[in-house]
């Protein structure tokens, strides 16, 4: 019954263009179905007071990020945007000297970045808080691990996607261009130019970039990017899909000196072939 359920949400998925919220909703689905438990142990984290249009910018900063061998044994809480909040369309025109200049700043910080090893706390638009570790190798290449129960994996090898169920020995493959985690993933990115920014926003505690990209056969989907005003680190990104639901992304212990294993972000698609539609 679960195995059916995934299949028809991806074959419903992949009948239109990928959006990187569709990858991330196949993900966090087959995650609340592997661990319904988790979803009702685990209280949901309470919204933070909203900033500047009506984003939510403030929450608990446990569990400090880091670039060598301290580390966090208390997850943060990721903070969970406003489901009601507006997005204007379209700001580009009325940004001011103050918000491109926090613009280029989190752009210089995702291209100054090469490396990067963390954990992660991922929560799904049912409440279903995950977490695991990640790592990136720029360009081009994540690995989302998942911690048990939860047999997802996620892997980019530069050029495809691919949504690894362990326990099914399975896994979905979706282009990385057509995905939100391309900007985290790129080798250099001004995202005043390269996106269709839509909205930046700060205070004492992150600095917010949202994203917004238009498909005529999808809908609207979000990306926004939550960097530390303080440290000027990745702390968390919220995807939201055309339907308006979010999937909260938050990291910390993070390792920029870690040297990664390449093999880490080989696709195999001999032990894991490719789910049938």
């Given at each position: 019954?679960?195995?059916?359920?995934?299949?028809?949400?991806?074959?419903?998925?992949?009948?239109?263009?990928?959006?990187?919220?569709?990858?991330?909703?196949?993900?966090?689905?087959?995650?609340?179905?592997?661990?319904?438990?988790?979803?009702?142990?685990?209280?949901?984290?309470?919204?933070?007071?909203?900033?500047?249009?009506?984003?939510?910018?403030?929450?608990?900063?446990?569990?400090?990020?880091?670039?060598?061998?301290?580390?966090?044994?208390?997850?943060?809480?990721?903070?969970?945007?406003?489901?009601?909040?507006?997005?204007?369309?379209?700001?580009?025109?009325?940004?001011?000297?103050?918000?491109?200049?926090?613009?280029?700043?989190?752009?210089?910080?995702?291209?100054?970045?090469?490396?990067?090893?963390?954990n992660f706390v991922q929560v799904g638009p049912d409440g279903t808080k995950t977490?695991?570790?990640?790592?990136?190798?720029?360009?081009?290449?994540?690995?989302?691990?998942?911690?048990?129960?939860?047999?997802?994996?996620?892997?980019?090898?530069?050029?495809?996607?691919?949504?690894?169920?362990?326990?099914?020995?399975?896994?979905?493959?979706?282009?990385?261009?057509?995905?939100?985690?391309?900007?985290?993933?790129?080798?250099?990115?001004?995202?005043?130019?390269?996106?269709?920014?839509?909205?930046?926003?700060?205070?004492?505690?992150?600095?917010?970039?949202?994203?917004?990209?238009?498909?005529?056969?999808?809908?609207?989907s979000r990306l926004m990017l939550m960097i530390g005003a303080k440290d000027g680190?990745?702390?968390?990104?919220?995807?939201?899909?055309?339907?308006?639901?979010?999937?909260?992304?938050?990291?910390?212990?993070?390792?920029?000196?870690?040297?990664?294993?390449?093999?880490?972000?080989?696709?195999?698609?001999?032990?894991?072939?490719?789910?049938?539609?």
């Amino acid at each position: 019954m679960k195995r059916n359920r995934k299949s028809r949400i991806i074959a419903s998925l992949l009948r239109s263009p990928v959006t990187a919220a569709c990858v991330l909703a196949i993900a966090a689905t087959v995650i609340a179905e592997a661990a319904p438990s988790v979803a009702q142990s685990v209280p949901i984290p309470k919204p933070a007071p909203r900033g500047r249009d009506n984003m939510q910018l403030s929450g608990d900063t446990r569990g400090p990020l880091t670039t060598g061998a301290t580390r966090s044994t208390t997850p943060p809480d990721p903070v969970i945007p406003d489901p009601h909040r507006n997005v204007p369309t379209n700001l580009f025109g009325t940004f001011d000297a103050n918000q491109k200049a926090q613009a280029a700043k989190v752009s210089s910080y995702l291209s100054s970045l090469q490396t990067l090893v963390g954990n992660f706390v991922q929560v799904g638009p049912d409440g279903t808080k995950t977490k695991g570790d990640f790592y990136i190798q720029k360009p081009g290449k994540v690995r989302f691990e998942y911690d048990p129960p939860t047999p997802i994996e996620i892997i980019a090898d530069g050029s495809s996607l691919a949504v690894r169920d362990r326990n099914l020995t399975t896994q979905d493959i979706y282009p990385l261009s057509q995905t939100p985690l391309r900007f985290l993933l790129s080798d250099r990115i001004d995202l005043m130019k390269d996106t269709n920014v839509v909205s930046v926003t700060s205070d004492d505690v992150f600095i917010s970039v949202t994203i917004e990209e238009k498909q005529a056969l999808v809908g609207t989907s979000r990306l926004m990017l939550m960097i530390g005003a303080k440290d000027g680190q990745l702390k968390q990104w919220t995807v939201t899909d055309p339907q308006g639901y979010d999937t909260t992304v938050a990291v910390y212990n993070l390792d920029t000196t870690k040297k990664v294993d390449p093999s880490l972000f080989k696709i195999d698609f001999t032990v894991y072939p490719t789910s049938p539609g």
